[in-house]
Every structure is written in C-alpha cells, then in structure tokens.
C-alpha cells in the first residue's frame, strides 16, 4: 500500500539558512499534520492542514511556516535555522471521514551546522 | 486530551507475549485509545485504537478496561523487531484538528 513520502530524507544546512521539507500524503487523504522530534526527545505536534485549511497549530515557531496545496502534498518553510531546529521532522496523513488513523512518512532528517 | 502514563522501560522474552500497560484515568466518553510504535528514528506507526471494545488485528490486541481508565497492548509472540517505544495517546477522533500528544511512552526491549 502506498505511504506517506517526504523529501528530502536528509538535509544539512548553516545557521540563518532557510529550508523546505515537503510532504506527500496517502493518496485521497485530506489531512496532513507536520510533528518535530528532537534528540531524545518524543515527536511533538507542530501543525495540521485540513482541506488546504489550517486546522491546528502547536508549537512551531514564527519562523516556520506551512501550506497545503490543492494536490494535498504540504510543504514545511522554514528560515533563519538555528541549531535548536536540528531534528526529525515527520509528516503524518489522515483521511477525515474515515477516524481520522494518522499515518507516518519516514521523516526528513534536519541537521543545522 | 487526556493525559496517560506508561512505564518507561519493560523486557519481553522472544517469543513470549508483551503486555504493555497504560493509565488514562481522566480519559473523556468520546475519547479514543490509541497506540503507535516508533522504532529507533523511523517514523511512528499505528498499531491499533479503540474506543470502549477490546480490539485485535494482524499487529496487537487492545484490552481496555471496563471503567476505560487503563488498557493493555498485547503483542502475542513478540520478536526481536517489536524492539521499539510504544506510546499510547487519547484522542477524540472528530476534533477538526486531531493532533497527536506523545508522552514518555514504554521502551520495550525484546531479548532473544
């Protein structure tokens, strides 16, 4: 069955770059949802998207920005790194009519030098 | 979303059964049971989720006690790849946004 895909699997950046990570959902799934996990630490929400709509935020911050497009794949700005923002960032889908089960990609490995 | 509490650490012999316990006492009527697993960096996966019913499928049984204030994950002959943190979440499953709050959730290690 087909699963979540994010790319890039890895990236390395500097500090004050930017960087996109983007997501593509399960295919007919309306809902995508962005999650940071840092070094030993357990994922933390970040965003969701609902129907291109946002539909949730957490703690990201005013640095990051997200979208859903009307394909559904979602994209994940992010600028002025700093090394904090080194971690795992995973991307999750759902169908909404249908429990709302998230579903992970592998996550894009976000490394800021 | 209700908070749970899990062990933080359990040992399973290969080829045994894990039973993976969770408290959810102030978990709310419309609130479901969910459980992921997350091996070593690779993205969290769905095990299993239920509501007030004991539930199985191909990967795990989920008890829920009557009361709903605790369940068990049971992995019937737990291998050496059930090696992983298994998190259990309470959720309402309508809420338009529908986040995940992971807590500490329970390293398993699974010893041949």
């Known amino acids: 069955a087909a699963g979540v895909i994010q790319s890039p699997r890895h990236l390395i950046k500097e500090k004050r770059e930017t960087a996109t990570l983007k997501c593509y959902p399960i295919?007919?799934?309306?809902?995508v949802y962005w999650y940071q996990q840092g070094p030993g630490q357990d994922p933390q929400f970040l965003i969701s998207?609902?129907?291109?709509?946002?539909?949730d935020k957490g703690s990201i911050p005013d640095r990051f920005s997200a979208q859903q497009f009307s394909d559904y794949h979602s994209e994940l700005n992010m600028s002025s790194l700093e090394l904090g923002d080194s971690a795992l960032y995973f991307c999750?889908?759902?169908?909404?009519?249908?429990?709302?089960?998230?579903?992970f990609g592998p996550g894009t490995r976000l490394l800021v030098l | 979303d209700a908070k749970t509490t899990q062990p933080p650490s359990m040992d399973c012999a290969e080829g045994r059964a894990a039973n993976l316990p969770c408290n959810h006492s102030?978990?709310?009527?419309?609130?479901?049971v969910y459980w992921y697993r997350q091996i070593h960096s690779q993205g969290p996966q769905y095990i299993i989720h239920g509501l007030k019913n004991n539930e199985t499928n191909e990967m795990a049984s989920l008890i829920i006690t009557e009361d709903r204030k605790s369940s068990t994950l049971i992995l019937p002959h737990a291998t050496l790849r059930d090696t992983a943190v298994y998190y259990c979440i309470v959720r309402v499953t309508y809420n338009q946004g529908g986040k995940l709050i992971f807590g500490q959730g329970t390293e398993l290690s699974v010893k041949p």
């Open positions: 102030t978990i709310s009527g419309n609130e479901y």
């Open positions: 295919p007919r799934h309306d809902t």
């Open positions: 999750a889908s759902s169908l909404r009519n249908s429990g709302r089960t998230q579903y």
């Open positions: 998207f609902y129907e291109k709509m946002q539909s």
